[in-house]
């Protein structure tokens, strides 16, 4: 089995090259990542030379390139996790959002098409879903209306549906998964959970937009790569899976934990002006995806603490990506 994974020098598609790897070792894992500010492939280090391990510097908007790379290497599957994804630099420059998870979704959509695959997967957000009261028991299904809110989102959203335009016009065998909030090891300090962590160990202010009531579902991402894993091998062409932890958190309940779990105080947080158009609460109903045999293994508490002591082991993964403020 040949495997094109897209992303794989991110935080995501970094820990998936790395449990295919480990899960089979039979595979040829192709890692194709343009290393852009959030790419690293220091966290391959350890399989960069294994003989089934390739990794690709290129683009996804490169058609020509990936033209000719799907022609050399005729991929059985794809899973597409190249996208910029964070939230705040969409509000910021939207431009490159589109370019990359729209216009690059496309690329892709069309070489696969062109050499005929066996699956393609798109790794997408319960973003695309918009946002959730925060009182409410309601969760995001498979079906819940697409209603994004930012420019990342939005981008998400619409690549979501030419992924699913290929698999009704050409029968692409396409699957689109939507997880919640991942955290664990290797995730870029941009994200809530290692700013906190970098800024308590600096003891540094944390910046909590808004009232921090905000709420988001948070997902292990071992768990995570275990879902995609599960749909690779036995999801139903042209379905969608929502992927998420069942574990609904505050924004302030997450910083106080984890300046708890670090004996840091409560001082370091500072109330900062809200995201514009912020996502009040996601919370996602899995049960399509517990039907073909996935659970969440991690435990919140006991995943977080683990997360916290790598970030602490691994504090050289901080030093490219903050300065010397605290800032990303
Ligand atoms: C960076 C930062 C964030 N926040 C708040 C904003 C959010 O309510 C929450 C998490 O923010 P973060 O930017 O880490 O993640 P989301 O905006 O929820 O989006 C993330 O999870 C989804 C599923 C994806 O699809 C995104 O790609 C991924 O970035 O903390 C703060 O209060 N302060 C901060 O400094």
């Known amino acids: 089995m040949k495997i094109l994974i897209t992303g794989g020098a991110g935080f995501i598609g970094g820990n998936f090259v790395s449990y295919m790897i480990d899960k089979y070792p039979t595979y040829e894992i192709y890692n194709l990542d343009a290393l852009t500010y959030a790419g690293d492939l220091a966290k391959h280090e350890a399989i960069r030379n294994y003989k089934n391990y390739h990794f690709i510097k290129e683009n996804i908007v490169n058609r020509a390139a990936i033209y000719s790379l799907f022609q050399q290497e005729r991929f059985d599957c794809v899973v597409h996790f190249a996208a910029e994804s964070h939230v705040d630099r969409s509000i910021e420059d939207p431009e490159v959002f589109t370019r990359t998870n729209v216009l690059g979704t496309q690329v892709l959509l069309d070489a696969a098409n062109d050499i005929g695959i066996k699956k393609f997967i798109h790794i997408s957000t319960d973003e695309v879903y918009g946002d959730l009261e925060l009182d409410s028991n309601t969760l995001f299904t498979e079906t819940t209306p697409i209603q994004p809110s930012s420019p990342y989102s939005a981008s998400k959203a619409s690549s979501d549906l030419l992924v699913h335009s290929y698999y009704r016009t050409y029968h692409l065998p396409v699957n689109i998964t939507r997880c919640s909030n991942n955290y664990g090891p290797y995730q870029h300090a941009e994200k809530l959970i290692p700013l906190t962590i970098s800024k ?104 977080l603490e683990k997360t916290i002591d790598w970030y602490v082991r691994n504090q050289n993964f901080f030093k490219e990506k903050v300065n010397e403020n605290g800032n990303v």
Request: proline fraction near 2%; charge should be negative.
């Open 200 to 303: 308590v160990l600096n003891k540094q202010k944390i910046p909590v937009y808004g009232d921090g009531k905000n709420v988001r579902d948070w997902l292990h991402v071992y768990d995570h790569c275990a879902a995609v894993d599960l749909v690779l091998h036995e999801g139903v062409n042209g379905e969608v899976y929502n992927i998420g932890g069942n574990n609904e958190k505050s924004n302030i309940d997450i910083v106080s934990s984890i300046i708890e779990m670090l004996d840091g105080s409560l001082d370091l947080i500072e109330y900062v002006t809200d995201r514009l158009g912020h996502d009040r609460r996601y919370a996602i109903d899995s049960s399509k995806i517990s039907k073909l045999g996935w659970k969440p293994m991690y435990k919140f508490n006991t995943g």
